[in-house]
């Protein structure tokens, strides 16, 4: 057989490879994806109360929830990370209606708490916003669109499972 053939048959083989590859592996994302679809949401969940666009600035009537997890906000979204200072609540809910979870600590919080929440934080991948509330009435509340789970301590496992559950579930999948 000449070189040039083997060639030809090694790319065949390789592409053919790359092909069944990709197809795995989108195959097993999609199952992944349908299983934590099928999981329930986790928290408690709080009357939705849409998800109207307003300008900064602009009144608008009052969350029913604390942190909210719906309602009235700006266009303009929070973008992921930690934040190291409170931000507007109409930045994080339209986050949230792009599918983030929200982790907010009670500002004010014990350094060594707020590192094991970022410890948490860092550990999962996804849509996430963290960062430090003045009014919170608990130490560590989460938050999704419609969802709350408020928690008396830093409880890893909850705060875990609430962002693999409830990650990337809003009404619009957009960036964060």
Do not use: C
């Not at 990370?81 to 507007?88: Q, R, S, T, W």
């Amino acid at each position: 057989m000449k070189t040039e053939n083997k060639v030809f048959i090694g790319i065949g083989l390789l592409t053919l490879i790359i092909i069944i590859g990709g197809v795995w592996l989108s195959n097993k994302e999609e199952v992944q994806n349908q299983e934590k679809l099928s999981k329930p949401m986790m928290g408690e969940k709080i009357p939705d109360m849409g998800g109207e666009h307003v300008a900064r600035g602009a009144t608008h009537s009052a969350y029913n929830s604390n942190p909210p997890t719906s309602g009235p906000h700006w266009a303009d979204v929070a973008g992921p990370g930690i934040k190291d200072e409170p931000i507007p609540d109409e930045l994080v809910l339209h986050s949230m209606e792009h599918g983030a979870v929200v982790i907010w600590y009670k500002e004010g919080l014990e350094q060594s708490r707020v590192n094991r929440i970022k410890e948490v934080f860092n550990h999962f991948l996804g849509k996430k916003i963290m960062l430090p509330r003045k009014d919170l009435d608990v130490p560590v509340a989460l938050t999704s669109w419609g969802y709350l789970l408020k928690l008396n301590t830093v409880d890893e496992q909850a705060m875990i499972e609430f962002m693999q559950t409830n990650s990337d579930r809003g009404p619009e999948q957009a960036p964060i």
